[in-house]
């Protein structure tokens, strides 16, 4: 995916702890931040390939637990 565009987001906590997610799904990406959606991708074919992330600008930045996963989509049983 591109740099995602600079500027800030209300989802992004200034001097705290933020949760970073990418929920890939064919050739769609979604960008999410403590659980809300910032930035939306639709690459046209199958996404695959190298995983990153890039800080960049002034600041102090500090990335832990970073994990790649894969996990099959569920579905809630009916429940009739």
Avoid: C, M, W
């Avoid at 702890?17 to 930035?39: C, H, M, P, T």
């Amino acid at each position: 995916l591109e740099l995602v565009s600079k500027g800030t987001n209300p989802a992004i906590q200034v001097a705290s702890v933020n949760r970073l997610a990418v929920e890939l799904d064919g050739s769609s990406a979604k960008l999410l931040v403590n659980g809300q959606q910032v930035y939306a991708h639709e690459a046209g074919a199958p996404l695959s390939g190298r995983v990153g992330i890039v800080a960049v600008d002034k600041g102090a930045y500090s990335f832990d637990d970073f994990t790649v996963s894969t996990s099959a989509k569920t579905t809630s049983p009916d429940k009739r």
